[in-house]
């Protein structure tokens, strides 16, 4: 019985031993039959002077590599990102140098609406940008088209001539830590786009700081805006993909003094009123007024919530019906925010000044309550409260 039994268990033992052997035998063939993974690279770009060798490196680069831009100032043609997965690093004295160009950098494989207005499928996915400046592009600093998943941090867009960064089309991205302005439009400028946050950005002497225009699920945080014609502008205009600025929260951030003139003649409502007026509307830029704080011109459920605005001449925070024909600024919450010295010097093109200006219906789902403030110009009744 106990030979046995010792046999059995023997037998056993070498059934054990023989499956684990082949357990490895098989691992060790298949780890020869897969395809090694190639490892991400670091790239590193010589101080040429030409955005040249940054192009080289982009075009040489894999999915998963990084692109190290070395200290120095870099002039020629734009450069065009059109792989997955990248990361472009330097510091903020790594300079593209973009005069002359419409743009400094562009991020995807199609960068108008074709068919219009219509935007295309993804063309780049997983881009990061960390550092470098950008500065004097023609139009645009660094322009991100029909890009899902993004990231621009830390950088510098300096005197774009419109835009410091243009994410547009665009998915699941996030601009942080960066300084700009300069430009005649917005230094960051999210339009058309969805799930994207700005936050943690000071941007100062542009025309916008920041504006959010016909896009959705936008959060605007912790920024600092000054010497801007307006800080932060909600909008919804026509001919664009999406018919609608959806679901935006602005939070914790200091809009200051945005006193910039702006630069665009207003349109006249009389001859000779405003001054310096012309009869022809060709930008909604012109109905702009200087000295503006955060302004919703038609977004639909946005949330201003937590803010210190003061010292911006014409208004505070304004909820405004959108003059395109897209209606009020449905559901638009405003609370607890600093509203204060706002509204002393009105631009002649404004139609209210204050702290808050709300020239929209009362009745639109909309509520103000628990600011601090002094002035206010509700012409069309009071917004209950929140």
């Not at 046995?4 to 037998?11: A, C, K, T």
């Not at 494989?109 to 295309?120: A, E, M, V």
């Not at 809009?255 to 001054?275: D, S, Y």
């Not at 503006?292 to 977004?299: E, K, P, Q």
């Amino acid at each position: 019985m106990r030979t046995s039994r010792m046999e059995e268990m023997i037998m056993v033992l070498n059934q054990r031993s023989a499956l684990r052997l082949f357990a490895v035998a098989l691992a060790a063939a298949v780890w020869c039959v897969l395809p090694s993974t190639a490892q991400a690279r670091e790239i590193r770009v010589a101080p040429t002077g030409s955005t040249s060798a940054i192009q080289t490196a982009v075009d040489e680069a894999a999915p998963g590599d990084t692109i190290v831009v070395s200290t120095g100032t870099y002039s020629g043609p734009t450069v065009s990102v059109k792989t997955n997965d990248l990361t472009i690093t330097g510091s903020k004295a790594a300079v593209i140098d973009a005069t002359g160009n419409t743009y400094g950098i562009t991020v995807g494989t199609q960068l108008t609406f074709d068919p219009g207005p219509t935007c295309p499928p993804f063309g780049v996915s997983d881009f990061n940008i960390s550092g470098l400046t950008v500065r004097n592009a023609e139009d645009t600093g660094i322009f991100l088209f029909g890009v899902d998943k993004f990231e621009v941090s830390g950088g510098a867009y300096l005197n774009n001539g419109e835009y410091g960064i243009f994410p547009r089309c665009s998915h699941d991205g996030l601009i942080s830590k960066n300084s700009g302005g300069g430009g005649n439009d917005a230094t960051i400028y999210v339009g058309v786009d969805n799930n994207t946050v700005v936050e943690k950005n000071r941007l100062v002497g542009g025309e916008l700081g920041i504006e959010l225009e016909n896009t959705n699920n936008s959060v605007v945080r912790n920024n600092l805006l000054s010497d801007n014609t307006t800080g932060i502008f909600v909008i919804v205009l026509p001919n664009l993909p999406t018919s609608s600025t959806e679901t935006a929260l602005i939070e914790g951030n200091v809009v200051h003094k945005n006193n910039r003139p702006n630069p665009f003649p207003p349109v006249c409502q009389t001859p000779g009123t405003p001054p310096g007026c012309v009869e022809e509307f060709f930008d909604d830029l012109q109905l702009l007024p200087s000295g503006s704080g955060i302004l919703n011109v038609g977004g639909h459920d946005v949330i201003i919530r937590g803010n210190v605005v003061v010292n911006n001449d014409t208004a505070g925070v304004g909820v405004v019906e959108n003059p395109f024909g897209f209606g009020s600024s449905n559901d638009t919450v405003v609370t607890r925010n600093v509203i204060v010295q706002n509204g002393k010097s009105p631009d002649p093109r404004t139609k209210g000044s204050g702290d808050i200006v709300y020239l929209d219906n009362p009745a639109n789902g909309s509520c103000v309550s628990g600011n601090v403030f002094k002035t206010s110009f509700f012409p069309f009744g009071t917004p209950p409260a929140c």
